[in-house]
């Protein structure tokens, strides 16, 4: 017995030492990276979104506080995680940096456990448990007796930062420097110095591509080469209309739920081949993860990098300068085929909202959905205090897009009875 809890027996365990494993003081391997580290004003990162279109939010040890502070530093994950976990998503814990003053008890651990609501257990997909040390392995241990098979699955430890990478399906990860530095020490021989690609074999790399290629290119390299009616690629009116039927369009959950992410893949390699794909037989949930991942895999984001600071200060404007703000944004400095691509997936996703008592998909929670897709940075991961504006401006779109598309981006002189 440890406190109120059995341990579970584990044979790597030395049974003859009395030793609690909960007050063994593990982490002196992670102590000196973490002595100079100054936690951050977030509580919680948001990376981005993985291969299936689920967002994924990071929750680092080293910006524990002490304990008699660690209740209400849970409560704010919460809350700030809270309106993502309606939709699938994964959660990424970095133990880099747990010292002795933050670590958390057992029962403090299972208390918390137990209050998470039936939303974040039931839609959390995947843990990941990034730099564990021999602790992790005895708290899971510890708690395995208690917790239901199908959540002990979601558990996958994550030894080195390019593991954690292609688990993710993410070329980069914005990480903080203290992470990478203890990824480096722990994996000195997966420590690379290639160079970044230089522009000519950029170029080089964009010649090479297909001409029938629509997932991973830039749009107006889509546009160009493939048979598009007012600048929509040819996939992207396939998934719509295949979505828009009745019986479809009202499915409870569409483009909450994971697609089957094997068949998703496979469609994609099929489009990019130039093959003439049928949608009719396929599930609801791989098409609708299809069109997600068409804007999550464009070359520049469908609202473009140049948009990215104006957009995020959007919760920052005044309420009423707001209409016209995003009406000047979108009209004026959205390239053609953005503008009209963005326009045609707003009227399609105001007709999802329309079957909301049924879908139960609202302006908000397409928002929550479609916002991270619709727009990212070039440079740095987004936090979640930059996600909450580009969803709110989203929202704001699909809440006043009769007043926003008012004019044809090709007949602009045109008035609208």
């Avoid at 040390?133 to 917790?147: E, G, H």
């Avoid at 000195?188 to 001409?211: E, V």
Wanted: proline residues 5%; negative net charge; aromatic residues 10%.
């Amino acid at each position: 017995m440890v406190g109120d809890f059995v341990l579970a027996d584990d044979p790597e365990l030395e049974p003859e030492e009395d030793v609690n494993p909960l007050e063994d003081d593990f982490e002196d391997q992670l102590r000196e990276q973490s002595e100079n580290f100054q936690a951050a004003k977030t509580k919680c990162d948001f990376l981005g979104t993985d291969k299936q279109g689920r967002h994924i939010f990071a929750i680092y040890a080293s910006r524990f506080p002490e304990k008699s502070q660690l209740e209400a530093f849970v409560r704010e994950i919460i809350k700030e995680i809270e309106p993502f976990v309606e939709n699938d998503y994964i959660l990424v814990y970095f133990h880099q940096g747990l010292k002795e003053d933050n670590k958390p008890s057992a029962q403090f651990l299972w208390n918390s456990y137990k209050e998470l609501d039936r939303n974040f257990r039931k839609n959390l997909k995947t843990l990941y448990v990034v730099h564990p040390t021999w602790f992790i392995r005895v708290i899971w241990n510890f708690f395995s007796p208690f917790i239901s098979d199908k959540f002990r699955k979601k558990l996958v430890y994550i030894s080195c930062l390019d593991e954690l990478r292609q688990a993710l399906g993410l070329c980069s990860l914005k990480l903080p420097d203290n992470i990478c530095d203890l990824d480096d020490k722990l994996n000195p021989s997966r420590k690379t110095s290639t160079p970044p690609p230089s522009i000519n074999a950029s170029r080089q790399q964009q010649h090479k591509m297909a001409t029938t290629q629509q997932f991973g290119v830039p749009l107006k390299f889509i546009v160009m080469n493939s048979p598009c009616l007012n600048s929509i690629p040819p996939i992207v009116r396939k998934c719509v209309d295949s979505l828009s039927i009745t019986g479809v369009i009202d499915t409870e959950g569409i483009f909450r739920r994971s697609g089957n992410h094997a068949e998703i893949m496979t469609l994609k390699e099929r489009v990019n081949r130039g093959e003439d794909v049928d949608l009719k037989s396929v599930n609801v949930h791989v098409i609708a993860g299809l069109l997600k991942s068409f804007l999550r895999d464009l070359a520049e984001p469908l609202l473009t990098f140049e948009l990215y600071d104006d957009v995020t200060r959007f919760l920052e404007w005044p309420k009423e300068e707001r209409s016209r703000n995003v009406t000047q944004l979108i009209r004026e400095k959205l390239p053609e085929e953005n503008y009209e691509l963005f326009k045609y997936l707003v009227e399609f996703l105001v007709r999802v909202m329309d079957c909301e008592d049924l879908n139960k998909m609202t302006s908000s929670n397409l928002a929550i959905v479609f916002g991270p897709n619709f727009l990212w940075s070039r440079s740095t991961s987004t936090s979640l205090e930059e996600i909450a504006p580009i969803n709110a401006f989203v929202d704001f779109v699909l809440q006043n897009h009769k007043d926003i598309y008012l004019i044809d981006v090709n007949q602009r002189t045109v008035s609208v009875d």
